[in-house]
């Protein structure tokens, strides 16, 4: 059973920076290409960044490219997302999500996730 736990979400002012972590356990993490969706009452989960399984491509949608930033450790079966900038615009719960890869090395899916965490709340205050 893979379980996915999200960190690090808050309250932060327009143009403050917050740091998501999300650590993955139940399987074997560079398996999975990794990403971030979020979400706002009463809209869908959106892709917002992913990551392939060793980090070496990664997928931004445009709102948030040259702000956030996806990385990865594989030793700590951690995936990151570094949000700086952010604007009123970026409050949403954020979800961590992974997705088996069948040995795709620089595959990074933008929907059909398989697992996915609780979530985070990130506010931003204007």
């Known amino acids: 059973q893979v379980q996915l736990v999200e960190s690090g979400g808050g309250l932060v002012e327009a143009g403050g920076s917050l740091r998501l972590s999300c650590v993955a356990s139940?399987?074997?993490?560079?398996?999975?290409?990794m990403a971030w969706f979020r979400q706002t009452p009463g809209s869908e989960r959106k892709f917002v960044a992913g990551?392939?399984?060793?980090?070496?491509?990664?997928s931004y949608v445009d709102s948030v490219k040259g702000r956030f930033s996806i990385s990865r450790d594989n030793a700590k079966n951690t995936v990151y997302l570094q949000m700086n900038s952010l604007e009123p615009g970026d409050t949403a719960i954020y979800y961590c999500?992974?997705?088996?890869?069948?040995?795709?090395?620089?595959?990074?899916?933008?929907?059909?996730?398989?697992?996915w965490g609780q979530g985070t709340q990130v506010t931003v205050s204007s």
């Open positions: 999500a992974a997705e088996p890869t069948g040995g795709r090395t620089l595959w990074v899916p933008r929907s059909d996730y398989e697992y």
């Open positions: 990551i392939s399984r060793f980090g070496e491509r990664t």
């Open positions: 139940g399987a074997t993490f560079s398996i999975f290409a």
